[in-house]
Every structure is written in C-alpha cells, then in structure tokens.
C-alpha cells in the first residue's frame, strides 16, 4: 500500500497568515492526489483533486500543487472557517489511502 | 441537492454482524462508483471499499477482506455495506462518500471522493 505522510500534524495560526501543509507519497504518484478539510463531527470535504484542480465552489485562498511523490496545500489569507483538519488522499492505486491528517488551529 | 444518507449503524458484539445503506438522491446514481470510508474515534480516515457504477468491480482495504462485502441497487439508488465477524477495531464512523471522475490506469478505475455523507457510526463492544 502507499503510505501518505502529511507534515506538519498541527499546528497554530492566525487569521490572515499564509500557510502550507506537505504530503509526501511513498512512491510516485503521479498528480493523483486530492485535499480534504473535515471540522468536528463532520463529514470531509473536497477541496482539490489531481493535485491542483479547485473543487467548484471552493474558495480560490485554496491552491494545491506537486507531483510525483510530494505534494502541497497552501491557503493564502487564513479565514477563522479555514481552522479545520485537513487529509490528503492518492488514487493512483488501491488501497486508497489517506495521509494522517494536518490540525490547524488558532 | 446531491445527498448521500448513511442508516443502520449501531452497537453490536463482537464476532457479530451489521448493515449499512447509505441512499443517494439529487444526482445520476448509475453513473458514479460508490465507496466506504471510516473514521475511529478521534482518528483519521482510512478507505474500505468502492464498488464500480454497474457493481461488477469491488475493491477492499485489506483488513476487511473476507469479512465486509459492499453492494448496490441502482434501482433504489443505494449502496450497502454487509459487515461479519466484526472486531473492536471496526469502531468507526462510517461515511458513504460518492467517487468523483474516475481516473483510468490498465484495467483498474480510481477515484477520489467529491460528495460525503455524515456517517453512521458503528460500536464494537461487548
């Protein structure tokens, strides 16, 4: 199975800051990689898929970038609806597998 | 609006059995794969099945082979998870969540996830 390794597992931040979270894949996978935000008690949420194609409706703070093995989620002007927790998922191969997840909070 | 509905979670002992549904309204249902996905309390989510729009192909995570079976009738525009032989470990939320367009590589169909339901949750326990 390819193992998704997200990095950082937390940490804090601010309304307005610009932040990053890494995934690295086990081996490559090309750009089939997408992002979710989940928030307490509810269901995931797409926000990007094949690395860098915006889910519609999702606002345009949220980029995704990478290839291959290691990937990027930036949101450029943190939002107080933004403090969530944040999973990459690969569907080049099966098991789909998810990373263990990014927390973002204030 | 597209929805998907989970049913049937619940408390159960272990070595026992448990269905889910999840129903879908507000999109084609025939034209997507369906998948399984759950979340263990406080835990991140981990893959367990897809079925193919026409139910002939079905994938599983490894640890639930033999014991899971995944099914739909797109009939009734549903998708059911069979669960035996269950084991403390498969406490979890269990989340229906519909595949996106599908990515094509040899004879296999991949997905990511674009519309979730809000789970249904499973216990575990004796």
């Known amino acids: 199975a390819i193992r998704m390794t997200q990095s950082p597992s937390s940490f804090s931040a601010s309304t307005g800051d610009r932040v990053s979270i890494t995934c690295r894949a086990s081996q490559g996978i090309s750009n089939y990689l997408a992002w979710y935000q989940q928030k307490p008690g509810k269901a995931p949420k797409l926000l990007i898929y094949a690395a860098s194609t915006l889910q519609s409706g999702v606002p345009s703070r949220f980029s995704g970038s990478g290839s291959g093995t290691d990937f990027t989620l930036t949101i450029s002007c943190l939002q107080s609806e933004d403090f969530a927790t944040y999973y990459c998922q690969q569907y080049y191969s099966y098991p789909l597998t998810f990373g263990g997840g990014t927390k973002v909070d204030i | 609006q597209v929805q998907l509905v989970e049913s049937g979670g619940g408390v159960v002992q272990p070595g026992g059995s448990l269905r889910l549904s999840c129903a879908a309204s507000g999109f084609t249902f025939n034209s997507h794969a369906l998948n399984w996905v759950r979340q263990a309390p406080g835990k991140g989510l981990e893959w367990v099945a897809v079925i193919s729009c026409d139910g002939s192909k079905k994938y599983y995570v490894e640890s639930v082979k033999g014991r899971f079976s995944i099914s739909r009738d797109n009939s009734r525009n549903t998708v059911s998870l069979q669960m035996n032989s269950l084991r403390p470990e498969d406490t979890a939320v269990y989340h229906c969540?519909?595949?996106?367009?599908?990515?094509?590589?040899?004879?296999?169909?991949?997905?990511?996830?674009?519309?979730w339901g809000k789970g249904a949750t499973v216990t575990v326990a004796s």
């Open positions: 969540a519909r595949g996106g367009v599908a990515t094509e590589r040899g004879n296999y169909s991949y997905y990511y996830m674009d519309v």
